[in-house]
């Protein structure tokens, strides 16, 4: 990760630098639509922006290492295995990358979407915790603390939202629930169902409360002045 990011730092400190990496970009094979695709500095406090730095990067790949070759003062080019490291890395963070720009995106998604998503990056993380690449392995252990602080409750209120899109319903509830842990499935399901009806009651009462109210103000407007029948007892 240092190398990608210090051999970026290497390329775009200067003009005639960037002008040097343009010339070994031209002499590697490329995919012609990634060519326009340039690099990019992560940002410390954005995480889905390494992602992009390392895909970035990963384009350029050869690149790189013709660099390292002719340009004697750039000694920082990532070896064979590291490269390797940072596309296992990238493809990693992947689905995060695309659950932030779904979430943080001008489509306004509502929650029945995030439902799924956040599900989709739990079942990531357990399919990663015992990964080959000791290095992600230690990712997923520190993310795991962060994604249960954030997320633990999100089956409470996302679930019921997931439950009211046609598309989903309980069905796919169950669904995940059991691939997460099959062993509480019927328990979260269940406790969804009760939620769900707990606030269908509250609106129920509620609902009736405004119809009464509505139509003793309607009665009220609609009774002559003079013909009160209460003025009468």
Same mark, same amino acid.
């Given at each position: 990760?240092?190398?990608? %990011?210090?051999?970026?730092?290497?390329?775009? &400190? *200067?003009?005639? %630098?960037?002008?040097?990496?343009?010339?070994? +970009?031209?002499? &590697?094979?490329?995919?012609?639509?990634?060519?326009?695709?340039?690099?990019?500095?992560? &940002?410390?406090? @954005?995480? #889905?922006? *390494?992602?992009?730095?390392?895909? @970035?990067?990963?384009?350029?790949?050869?690149?790189?290492?013709? !660099?390292?070759?002719?340009?004697?003062?750039?000694?920082?080019?990532?070896?064979?295995?590291?490269?390797? @490291?940072? &596309?296992?890395?990238?493809?990693?963070?992947?689905?995060?990358?695309? !659950? *932030?720009?779904?979430?943080?995106?001008?489509?306004?998604?509502?929650? #029945?979407?995030?439902? !799924?998503?956040?599900?989709?990056?739990?079942?990531?993380?357990?399919? #990663?915790?015992?990964?080959?690449?000791?290095?992600?392995?230690?990712?997923?252990?520190?993310?795991?603390?962060?994604?249960?602080?954030?997320?633990?409750?999100?089956?409470?209120?996302?679930?019921?939202?997931?439950?009211?899109?046609? %598309?989903?319903?309980?069905?796919?509830?169950?669904?995940?629930?059991?691939?997460?842990?099959?062993?509480?499935?019927?328990?979260?399901?269940?406790?969804?169902?009760?939620?769900?009806?707990?606030?269908?009651?509250?609106?129920?009462? #509620? *609902?009736?409360?405004?119809?009464?109210?509505?139509? %003793?103000?309607?009665?009220?407007?609609?009774?002559?002045?003079?013909?009160? +029948?209460?003025?009468?007892?």
């Amino acid at each position: 990760m240092e190398k990608i %990011r210090d051999s970026v730092k290497f390329v775009q &400190v *200067t003009e005639s %630098r960037e002008k040097l990496f343009q010339s070994c +970009v031209d002499m &590697v094979v490329i995919d012609p639509k990634d060519k326009d695709k340039g690099l990019v500095m992560d &940002v410390s406090t @954005r995480w #889905n922006s *390494t992602h992009l730095m390392l895909d @970035r990067a990963i384009i350029y790949r050869e690149a790189f290492c013709h !660099m390292s070759e002719i340009e004697a003062a750039y000694q920082i080019c990532p070896t064979e295995v590291e490269w390797d @490291r940072a &596309v296992l890395i990238r493809d990693f963070l992947a689905p995060f990358a695309e !659950m *932030t720009n779904l979430i943080s995106g001008s489509s306004y998604p509502t929650a #029945n979407v995030y439902f !799924m998503q956040v599900w989709s990056i739990e079942s990531w993380l357990k399919a #990663n915790q015992f990964n080959d690449d000791e290095v992600i392995s230690e990712m997923v252990a520190s993310m795991k603390p962060k994604f249960s602080k954030y997320w633990e409750e999100y089956s409470d209120i996302l679930a019921i939202a997931a439950v009211l899109d046609p %598309r989903l319903k309980f069905a796919c509830l169950e669904y995940c629930f059991t691939t997460l842990d099959a062993s509480t499935s019927k328990t979260k399901v269940d406790h969804i169902r009760k939620k769900l009806k707990k606030l269908f009651d509250v609106y129920k009462k #509620n *609902t009736r409360k405004n119809v009464a109210g509505a139509s %003793r103000s309607n009665a009220a407007q609609t009774t002559l002045h003079g013909y009160d +029948v209460s003025s009468l007892l």
